[in-house]
């Protein structure tokens, strides 16, 4: 699209540098800037950033449950004083007092397999019992063991995560990424609710000195004659009327700088000035780019992949704790007792352990039943929703690369009515003062004027949105030709 060249364009540049305001103490940012100090400071990327810390120590925490694991839990000390049921050798029961100390410790190294669910660890055992009423002291450990245990026909959650956890974590990634974009989106609207306050101020503050020429003219021509006291009344009014809106685009001027240093997070007191952005956005956008690297690209794309599989490990879940659950462990290793600490690891005997335990569902009157056909169900609500909603996301972004190319167009059309207004107004203007057009039209041309200048602002703000928000349904940068990423 080719920049344009109008005489309104070029009131509206000049206008933005408001009375009373010296370039030493305004700060003049561009649309760019505005959006680069959003994403810099405000809260809102603040907030990006550490909820992209957050999910990152959530992938860590997930990454670790793959790693050995070393654990020392224990008992030390385990000192006791109190009273116990003792058997006689008659048979009969006497509570006797006991007072011992039973320590502790256990170390043991785990590493969980993922494919089979199971677990081999290996670990080495101390206990040291003393018995202070008897005056005696016994030492039990396991120098070394190693085993095995392994879960069957049982729900494997290793598994599942390693295939929906790094779906999680690129999800939140592009979150993140989305995040920014979203930042860009909602700097651009603050930026351009300021400049609208800007040029509305300008158009006042240009409307009120063109009154009050006009109606210095009409003093002159009322006291020759040539107009009528209501046609003086007339102005008096616009000139009332004008002042009001000076006063007006001044507050909503001030509203609007509040909200823009808010949300970017610009902490100077100086005054602010906007530069008009661009006419022209030089990129090529086509729909099947914008939705290939949508899908490409997009959280919501990752997240339909994710729902699929967590609903299919639901299914998997409910199949799993409806059937036979068991555990078989085997464990090989050497243990020993003493009276004294070394004579532990002197020749130690042999240990073996082999055992499978189980829990069969007999009669649960349907349970296990239901709640296998309830994933069932919602696999299927799932699958349905998910189809759903990349059905809407194709749509939306097939409509928003056709307001794209129709606010490029729409802007062309808005930038020559804006001129056509502008030279009409001053024609109209020239033509009262010389007594050739009613006040009736020279209001009118005013308005016409004034709402040609906004309407092109407003242009502007339409094309720029649908640029920003192409690039957060893609996250493409059309410009550079490349994927958006952020450190």
Same mark, same amino acid.
């Given at each position: 699209?080719?920049?344009?060249?109008?005489?309104?364009?070029?009131?509206?540049?000049?206008?933005?540098?408001? $009375?009373?305001?010296?370039?030493?103490?305004?700060? +003049?940012?561009?649309? @760019?800037? !505005?959006?680069?100090?959003?994403?810099?400071?405000?809260?809102?990327?603040?907030?990006?950033?550490?909820?992209?810390?957050?999910?990152?120590?959530?992938?860590r925490?997930?990454?670790?449950?793959?790693?050995?694991?070393?654990v020392?839990?224990?008992?030390?000390?385990?000192?006791?004083?109190?009273?116990q049921?003792?058997?006689?050798?008659?048979? =009969?029961?006497?509570?006797?007092?006991?007072?011992?100390?039973?320590?502790?410790?256990?170390?043991s190294?785990?590493?969980?397999? /993922?494919?089979?669910?199971?677990?081999?660890?290996? =670990?080495?055992?101390l206990?040291r019992?003393?018995?202070?009423?008897?005056?005696?002291?016994?030492?039990?450990g396991?120098?070394?063991a190693?085993?095995?245990?392994?879960?069957?026909?049982?729900?494997?959650?290793?598994?599942?995560?390693?295939?929906?956890?790094?779906?999680?974590?690129?999800?939140?990634?592009?979150?993140?990424?989305?995040?920014? %974009?979203?930042? /860009?989106?909602?700097?651009s609207?603050?930026?351009?609710?300021?400049?609208?306050?800007? !040029?509305?101020?300008?158009?006042?503050?240009?409307?009120?000195?063109?009154?009050?020429?006009?109606?210095?003219?009409?003093?002159?021509?009322?006291?020759?004659?040539?107009?009528?006291?209501? *046609?003086?009344?007339?102005?008096?009014? %616009?000139?009332?009327? &004008?002042?009001?809106?000076?006063?007006?685009?001044?507050?909503? +001027? *001030?509203?609007?700088?509040l909200?823009?240093?808010?949300? @970017?997070?610009?902490q100077s007191?100086?005054?602010?000035?906007?530069?008009?952005?661009?006419?022209?956005?030089?990129?090529?956008?086509?729909?099947?780019?914008?939705?290939? *690297?949508?899908?490409a690209?997009?959280?919501? $794309?990752?997240?339909?992949?994710r729902k699929?599989? *967590?609903?299919?490990?639901?299914?998997?879940k /409910?199949?799993?704790?409806?059937?036979?659950?068991? =555990?078989?462990?085997?464990?090989?290793?050497?243990?020993?007792? /003493?009276l004294?600490?070394?004579?532990?690891?002197?020749?130690?005997?042999?240990?073996?352990l082999?055992?499978?335990?189980?829990?069969?569902?007999?009669?649960?009157w349907?349970?296990?039943?239901?709640?296998?056909?309830?994933? %069932?169900a919602?696999?299927?609500?799932?699958?349905?929703?998910?189809e759903?909603d990349?059905?809407?996301?194709?749509?939306?972004?097939?409509?928003?690369?056709?307001?794209?190319?129709m606010?490029?167009?729409?802007?062309?059309? @808005?930038?020559? $009515?804006?001129?056509?207004?502008? %030279?009409?107004?001053?024609?109209?203007?020239?033509?009262?003062?010389?007594?050739?057009l009613?006040? =009736?039209?020279?209001?009118?041309?005013?308005?016409?004027?004034?709402?040609a200048?906004?309407?092109?602002?407003?242009?502007?703000?339409?094309?720029?949105?649908?640029?920003?928000?192409?690039?957060?349904? &893609?996250?493409?940068?059309?410009?550079?030709?490349?994927?958006?990423?952020?450190?």
């Amino acid at each position: 699209m080719k920049r344009i060249n109008y005489i309104g364009i070029a009131l509206l540049l000049s206008g933005t540098r408001l $009375a009373g305001q010296s370039a030493a103490d305004t700060l +003049r940012f561009n649309l @760019t800037d !505005v959006v680069a100090m959003a994403k810099n400071q405000s809260i809102a990327a603040r907030q990006a950033v550490t909820l992209k810390e957050n999910k990152y120590w959530q992938w860590r925490t997930y990454q670790s449950n793959y790693k050995p694991q070393l654990v020392l839990d224990g008992r030390l000390p385990a000192y006791s004083k109190t009273y116990q049921e003792i058997m006689q050798p008659n048979g =009969t029961i006497d509570f006797q007092p006991v007072r011992n100390n039973n320590s502790s410790l256990n170390l043991s190294l785990e590493q969980s397999i /993922a494919k089979t669910g199971g677990t081999i660890f290996g =670990t080495t055992q101390l206990q040291r019992f003393d018995d202070f009423d008897r005056k005696n002291t016994l030492y039990n450990g396991v120098p070394y063991a190693l085993g095995y245990s392994q879960p069957l026909f049982m729900f494997n959650s290793l598994k599942w995560d390693k295939r929906i956890e790094p779906l999680k974590y690129n999800e939140s990634r592009q979150e993140y990424i989305e995040s920014m %974009e979203l930042i /860009a989106i909602k700097a651009s609207g603050y930026f351009f609710d300021l400049l609208l306050a800007q !040029v509305n101020l300008q158009i006042a503050e240009t409307n009120f000195n063109n009154t009050t020429n006009i109606l210095r003219i009409a003093n002159e021509k009322f006291e020759l004659g040539k107009v009528s006291h209501n *046609e003086i009344l007339q102005l008096q009014l %616009e000139l009332l009327k &004008s002042k009001k809106s000076v006063a007006s685009a001044k507050r909503d +001027r *001030e509203i609007a700088v509040l909200n823009l240093r808010s949300y @970017t997070g610009l902490q100077s007191d100086e005054k602010i000035a906007l530069e008009l952005p661009g006419s022209s956005i030089n990129i090529k956008v086509s729909a099947d780019k914008v939705l290939t *690297e949508a899908f490409a690209n997009r959280s919501d $794309a990752i997240a339909f992949q994710r729902k699929v599989i *967590e609903a299919k490990r639901d299914v998997a879940k /409910a199949r799993g704790d409806n059937s036979l659950n068991a =555990t078989l462990t085997a464990r090989l290793g050497f243990s020993n007792s /003493a009276l004294n600490l070394p004579a532990v690891y002197r020749s130690p005997k042999d240990q073996q352990l082999f055992q499978l335990v189980f829990d069969i569902p007999i009669l649960d009157w349907g349970r296990s039943r239901s709640r296998l056909k309830t994933a %069932e169900a919602n696999q299927k609500f799932v699958q349905y929703a998910v189809e759903q909603d990349q059905q809407i996301f194709r749509q939306e972004i097939f409509t928003q690369v056709t307001l794209f190319d129709m606010m490029q167009d729409q802007l062309i059309l @808005t930038a020559q $009515a804006d001129s056509i207004a502008t %030279e009409k107004y001053q024609i109209a203007r020239e033509r009262y003062v010389l007594g050739h057009l009613s006040i =009736t039209d020279l209001s009118i041309a005013f308005q016409e004027k004034d709402q040609a200048k906004r309407d092109y602002v407003f242009a502007l703000r339409d094309l720029w949105g649908a640029y920003y928000q192409l690039r957060y349904l &893609s996250l493409y940068d059309f410009e550079k030709n490349e994927k958006i990423n952020y450190k």
